[in-house]
């Protein structure tokens, strides 16, 4: 199989939870930033701002949106991927042009990728350049909470979150499904048994080594899946009641 330096960084993708004291260093910063700034953009309409966040007071808002204890305290940089509608609704106003366009649930999901891809760019470096990251999609157990704390204006949406620094942990990589159940040609790959298909990758799974809490066996995939979905503080949130004060995804 070819490979690369990009390649083996994205293929030992592991999320890292616990982060040294070094404070990430203020170049590396930057370098990670400029790449959060280059990433692609649908229709360039650059739909997305990341916000640093370096006020403790921010930061204790954030943690308790999220409820993540990694989140809390000063280790690694945090940064918050916002979706932005509200720069170009402010250009079509100044210019005297309709906003309503942007309020649409295409152009929100077109925010929501402009944002993740951002995001996901700045993990690559990260890793590339070895410091760990963990996506924060807790953050999302609170957004009236962050969107006050952060002063978000309307048309704006804090996505994830994002915690970058020196790795303090080492987990192991975690499995993912076959690809041969993942990954098709031409047509959706139906299962007559999704269970069945699973079962070998559910021991696998069954096998992985969670640093999280490394009390008890972890669940095999098919049992997380029936057990998981809608539980998390961030899964229950009133997200439509949100994106309707914020103007997004009206219709
Ligand atoms: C959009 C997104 C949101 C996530 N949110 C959280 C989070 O809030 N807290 C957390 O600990 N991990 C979070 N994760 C990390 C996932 O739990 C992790 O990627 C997954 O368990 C696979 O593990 P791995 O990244 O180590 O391979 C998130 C990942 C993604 C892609």
Redesign the pocket.
Known sequence: MPSNDTIRTQLN???I?AFTADPVAPEVLDTLMEVVTAAPTSSFYQQRTVIRVVDPAIRQAVYEA?G?PYVGGDRGELLIFVVDLYRNARIREEAGVEVRVLESTALFLQGVEDT?IAAQNLVVAAESLGLGT?????IGGDSKLLIDALKLPLRTFPL?GVLVGHPAQE?A??PRLPREITVATDTYPLLENVHESLADYDQVVKTYYDLRDSSKPVDTFTRQIETKPGGGR?EKAPVREVLDVQRLALY
């Open positions: 993708h592991r999320t939870r999220s993540q993740l963990v996506y924060l999609g807790s994830v987990p990589l975690k961030a």
